[in-house]
């Protein structure tokens, strides 16, 4: 029996540190989001202390910005689907009143940054629907843990309503709907 004891000890660790992995990744590392009380309370804690800088370098704090709804969408000039569904994030903004939804386009163009926001305004004829936030430094990505884009987060009086890993059509009817009621309650 002695001369197994180191194997029997050796298996004993092994299953423990393979319990503590499994226990790890079910109870704690369920959602690339932090998890507190409920799965979306780290981006809501982000937003509600976010501050960013606009295109044109004016400040632009969550904290003041009125509308119920605030819809922020990961983007990048280059990413085909971003630039699918920009024309119907533009024509959803045009369907409510300006401090009714506010869309927060949050760029995360790595190389000459400037040009090629200005070049997709231009191109997808934006003019000031919505807030244009670089993030050339990837610094709101990160703390979104953000790994894929085109992404949507809907906050509706801060909280998160509706996030979408994917591309969106944000003029559709159900789309549509869901933002009225968000602005009633």
Known sequence: MKKFLPFI????AFAAVLAGQ????????EHPAVKYNNEYQGYENLFLHASYKDVQGRPVEMTKISSPVVIYNFW???CIPCLSEMPSMIELKNKFQPDQITIIAINTDEDDHMN????TMKKINMK???IVVPDKAAKIVIDFKISAIPVTIVFNRGK???FSNGPMDFSSVEFVEKI???IKN
């Open 180 to 182: 009225k009621e968000w």
């Open 9 to 12: 000890i050796f298996i004993i």
């Open 128 to 130: 000031d629907e919505f």
């Open 116 to 119: 090629a926001i200005q070049k």
């Open 22 to 29: 499994v226990g790890y990744k079910m109870f704690f590392a």
């Open 160 to 162: 998160v309503v509706e």
């Open 76 to 78: 990048a000039s280059w």
